[in-house]
């Protein structure tokens, strides 16, 4: 597997080895000895998917509190997203800068989200499926998230009308938000 490094800091966009023939494909979507070798030793003890029937509908900005924290590993199994990850340590020299990739089922490529980070997507395609491993629990009381369309981030999504939940139409903006994530040099 490739391991490149995002521009923020712990970043990661993971690049499978992909082997393919005539019957189709095979590829090793987690590799915890692999990902080790790469610096990335986290245990993940939850898998969730999601389905997207359309496209545009936008899900996020997420994240949870610590110590709730979550690290995400997101890929998508069919369709296509723009993915966007956003530094929300306080603190941090990147704090409200984002960047965003495309996933897709025909790119393979899977987004490491790092503790510290808002997360969200945008279904480019439609019936797109994403799945994600976090590291932690998912805690109702520790749920938090971000406006989409925060102007203090400034995201460039690939869409004007978002589909969006009841939910997510009504995070706060960044500076607005409930956020316990303060930069340290040796980690979060």
């Known amino acids: ?20 023939d005539h019957r189709g494909f095979f590829l090793e979507s987690y590799n915890r000895e692999r990902m080790v ?31 709730k924290a979550q690290t995400k590993l997101v890929r998508v199994v069919a369709g296509a997203i723009f993915d966007v990850v956003v ?17 897709s089922a025909e790119n393979k490529r899977q987004l490491l989200v790092p503790q510290g ?25 520790h749920d938090r998230g971000i406006r989409w369309d925060d102007p203090e981030i400034g995201i460039q999504w690939p869409i004007q009308t978002p589909i969006l939940s009841d939910k997510d139409k009504n995070h706060p903006g960044l500076l607005e938000a409930d956020n316990n994530f303060v930069f340290a040099k040796d980690g979060i």
């Not at 986290?42 to 509908?57: A, C, K, R, T, Y």
């Open 117 to 141: 980070f808002a997360h969200g997507f945008c279904t480019l395609v439609p019936n797109t499926e994403v799945l994600y491993k976090v590291d932690e629990l998912y805690s109702s009381q």
């Open 1 to 20: 597997m490739k391991v490149i490094e995002g521009r923020l800091p712990g970043v990661r966009l993971i690049e499978p080895v992909v082997h393919g």
């Open 87 to 103: 530094d929300i340590r306080k603190g941090s020299s990147t704090f409200g800068q984002w960047e965003g990739y495309e996933l």
């Open 37 to 67: 070798q790469h610096g990335l030793a986290m245990e993940f003890v939850q898998d969730n998917h999601s389905l997207s029937v359309e496209p545009g509908v936008l899900r996020g900005l997420h994240y949870q509190l610590t110590p």
